[in-house]
């Protein structure tokens, strides 16, 4: 399975930027999808995951109420759209899938394939 990740760049504060994941190679219907982020001198952590039905969806506490998950199997894409973007949510994007739906979407183990990232950058 391929990721190709898509969206990022330069944004003000309160801004929206809407990332995309498009998955090939693979059974797109059969993946449960995690955007991750990594910031300069940080961890990557899970943002945001959607399980392979599209019926689950999880957030990180930092995004909840702010980012959207979702995805599009006629397309074979996930995306994340981000609204009221501030600063602390500068860092590169990672798409990521997991073949195998262990429950742990949280857990950065549970994904078996990764996308580039996508660099976003929240001006102040």
């Known amino acids: 399975v391929q990721l190709q990740a898509s969206g990022g760049g330069l944004v003000q504060a309160g801004g929206s930027l809407r990332l995309s994941c498009v998955a090939s190679g693979g059974a797109f219907s059969t993946l449960s999808m995690g955007w991750f982020r990594q910031a300069p001198g940080k961890e990557r952590e899970l943002a945001a995951a959607i399980s392979w039905s599209g019926g689950n969806t999880y957030y990180a506490d930092s995004v909840r109420g702010r980012f959207t998950i979702s995805r599009d199997r006629a397309k074979d894409t996930v995306y994340l759209q981000m609204n009221s973007l501030n600063p602390e949510d500068t860092a590169v994007y990672y798409c990521?899938?997991?073949?195998?739906?262990?429950?742990?979407?949280?857990?950065?183990?549970?994904?078996?394939?990764w996308g580039r990232g996508t660099l976003v950058t929240v001006s102040s």
């Open positions: 990521a899938a997991m073949s195998y739906d262990s429950g742990s979407y949280y857990y950065i183990r549970s994904y078996n394939y």
